[in-house]
């Protein structure tokens, strides 16, 4: 195969590879290229290889470093993915496994310590962010418009990074919590305890978004969108299950800038939220 079809395909399915978990995860949906439906194990290698140049070298906003950025960044983000979706799976198989040997719903010793394992190194994958991902404005060109391009395409991966990042955190978090064993991510039982996890998730998923330029988060679509939506839903049940004054005003009020967020992104799910906030009796939203 000829090396820049090669390289293509790969990207493609590594691509796919990504989004196939997401859809499963975002939307319901069964996984298709899962662990236990492919004909055998997955053989296709991820190459972080620049080798050879898929952006067209005539164009001289594409000459210097930017295709070795954007692959650390496509390297970087199927990373996050993998890490997260992988503690997930992890969760379902050791349970799994559990009933089919008669154990119930409980887990070994050694399964628990897997997981919590499994679930930091998920935590530390933003640890070593590569530096073009941490401060995109850093990028300079000879030309400014072709800076702007350059920055451009790194604001969009950061921002697909970061919002997956945080909501496989809140994910992750849900699904201990319908196992429950939230103590193997470090969360006593209590629903407060839990509550105030959620609502510090949101926090910092608020932080980082008004970090992001919007034209990014537009960029992104409706997965984008989808991630917001899913964290606010978070919130709700926070604001609608528990009784603290102060959990509640702290998840209501990053409720709102997240809804503020969905809202410029023209997404489909911000009004049915808004409707729901409202019906719960928060007179704050309109």
Known sequence: MDPIEAKLCRNAFWYLYSADRAASLLNGRILPLGEFRLQGPCTTVFCQSEAPSLLDQRQ????????????????????????????????????????????????????????????????????????????????????????????RAIWIQKANITLTYHYLRMEILNRFISAKVPQLLGVNDDPTSVAWRKVEIARELLNAVACLPLEALQANGEPCAEKLRYVCVALLEVVQEHEMAQIIERARAHFILLLDYLSNLNSRVSDKLAARMTRMGTTAVV
């Open 60 to 151: 001289a906003e594409n000459h210097g470093r930017l295709e070795e950025l954007l692959q650390a960044g496509f390297s970087k983000c199927h990373e996050v993915w993998k890490l997260g979706f992988g503690v997930l799976f992890d969760l379902d198989l050791f349970f799994a496994a559990s009933s089919r040997t008669g154990s119930g719903t409980e887990i070994s010793h050694t399964q628990q310590r897997s997981l919590t394992g499994a679930y930091l190194r998920f935590l530390s994958v933003l640890d070593d962010l590569p530096e073009h991902l941490v401060l995109p404005t850093a990028l300079r060109d000879s030309d400014d418009e072709w800076t702007r391009y350059k920055s």
